[in-house]
């Protein structure tokens, strides 16, 4: 009986000895197809196309002419151009805006920046911003701002979206007759796109720029506009321009300019 007993132990350990010997070795080739697979998978997407450079174009333009009593003349470009391609994307936009009355000069404003988003997924996105801007009845002669920064799509539907976001700045002001001012500051801004009906579109636009060390030296800025189709190019809108400074440039200069404008705008 010891006999039989003792037999069946070693039968046991032999078996279970093999077994252990069977699973490394299935182990062993297991990791061998897993690697082959691998070598096969970045074969296969190396040979896939690249994702080609890709272009989206809008802009607007109005134009007022009033002439009687007085004589008043009056336009504005809202110009955006982007190309995308992989995971990267580069916006150019800028607006310009320029107005008479009397043949006398009462506005001339230009805003342009320039944005490199890299996609981390499908919502969010590093990026690094360059703005310029030149008003010539602000009080300032010009102002440069840059800095790195996220962007987050917290909304994105068949009608809507909702794009935030923020950046760390570098700030430079010259005013008119003065020294350059440079200071470290932040940028916060919100776009948003709502497809009201079938052929009306809703947008806003709505940004807020602040130096760290003084809070009260801030500017905000605000686009509000509704578009309408009128072919697969053009389409007729108009917008609402807000453009605040807390601490104006020079004694008598007022903190806010509105412009209400109509536009043609193309889209390609």
Do not use: C
Not at 202 to 209: A, G, K, M, S, V
């Amino acid at each position: 009986m010891k006999k039989i007993v003792a037999l069946s132990l070693v039968a046991f350990s032999l078996m279970a000895e093999q077994y252990i010997q069977d699973v490394k070795a299935e182990i062993k080739e297991t990791k061998q197809k897993i690697a082959r697979l691998n070598a096969n998978l970045k074969e296969l997407e190396s040979a896939l196309p690249k994702e080609e450079l890709t272009y989206k174009a809008r802009a607007e333009a109005g134009y007022m002419l009033n002439s009687g009593n007085s004589d008043t003349e009056a336009f504005n470009i809202d110009a955006k151009l982007s190309g995308k391609w992989d995971l990267h994307t580069l916006e150019i936009s800028m607006l310009w805006q320029y107005g008479e009355d009397n043949d006398v000069e009462n506005t001339n404003r230009f805003l342009g920046e320039l944005v490199y988003d890299y996609k981390l997924s499908q919502r969010l996105s590093l990026d690094y911003l360059m703005g310029y801007k030149d008003d010539k009845f602000s009080g300032f002669d010009y102002q440069f701002y840059t800095g790195p920064g996220a962007k987050y799509v917290t909304i994105k539907t068949d009608f809507q979206d909702l794009t935030l976001d923020g950046n760390l700045l570098y700030a430079k002001d010259k005013i008119f007759g003065s020294t350059d001012r440079t200071y470290a500051a932040y940028r916060v801004q919100g776009v948003y796109n709502m497809q009201l009906l079938e052929n009306l579109k809703f947008h806003q636009t709505l940004n807020y720029r602040s130096e760290f060390s003084d809070i009260e030296n801030y500017f905000a800025y605000s686009k509000t506009g509704l578009s309408t189709r009128l072919s697969d190019i053009f389409s007729a809108g108009v917008a609402y321009y807000i453009d605040y400074t807390n601490k104006p440039a020079l004694t008598g200069k007022t903190s806010t300019d509105t412009k209400f404008t109509f536009n043609l705008i193309a889209d390609y």
